[in-house]
Structure formats: C-alpha cells, structure tokens
C-alpha cells in the first residue's frame, strides 16, 4: 500500500492488532517479572531484621530495585502506547502520522507498532 491512501486497508489494520496484541502479551509478562524483582512478595523471612550490618549489600540492593522500578515504568508506558494503537485500529486512524498526516511506512508500524509519526516527522524534530 502506497502513502496516497489516507488509511490502511482493514487486513492491514488487522494484521497490525495481531502483532500488538502479542506485544502487549510479552510486554504484560516482562512487566510482571520486573515488579517481581522489587515488590517483597512472599518473603516474609527475617533476613532483614537480623542484626548483621549489611550496609554495602543492602545499598546495592536499594539501587537494583530502583533500576527495576524505573524499568517497569517505562513497561508501563509502552503497553499504555500499544493500547492506545489499539485504539487507533479501532477509530480506523491507526497508522496516519500525527505531524504530516500521511501514512506511517508498514515496515516502520510492524517494528514500531505504537509510532505515531513518520519517519519525515520524526527527522523534523
């Protein structure tokens, strides 16, 4: 399909749900092991209350769940775009770049299933 068309066709548009939906699958399970990683869980040992002094160990830590947290939000925001492109399949405006109103390349939307601007646009900022 050639950018002439001001959308793309609905098996395109279908074609591009299934990609997103696994997307989104993968993306929900690498969420739900990042927040494993810094959430306490089922640990309800007393390694924590022992009067050892870890502090060096216990920094390192603090800092690996940080890192994780900040992961899990960047997760977060990546399966909140892919379901606003399911949106945009949905409203049939899916794929039309929000700067130059033209259709996104299909190459670009299969690896970039959320991108809401082309290429061109993307060059311009």
């Known amino acids: 399909m ?20 696994k997307k989104i699958e993968r993306a929900e399970e690498d969420l739900a092991l990042l927040q494993s990683t810094y959430k306490n869980g089922l640990n309800n040992g007393t390694d924590d209350t022992s009067p050892q002094f870890k502090s060096f160990e216990e920094g ?42 033209k259709l996104i390349q299909k190459e670009r939307l299969k690896l970039v299933p959320h991108a809401t601007l082309s290429i061109e646009a993307k060059r311009r900022q």
């Open 2 to 21: 050639s950018n002439t068309s001001t959308k793309y066709s609905d098996e395109d548009l279908q074609e591009f749900r299934e990609i997103i939906l």
């Open 60 to 101: 390192s830590e603090t800092m690996s769940k940080e890192a994780n947290v900040q992961l899990a939000i960047r997760q977060e925001k990546f399966i909140r775009d892919l379901n606003n492109a399911l949106i945009r399949i949905k409203n049939k405006t899916y794929g039309v770049c929000r700067v130059t109103g």
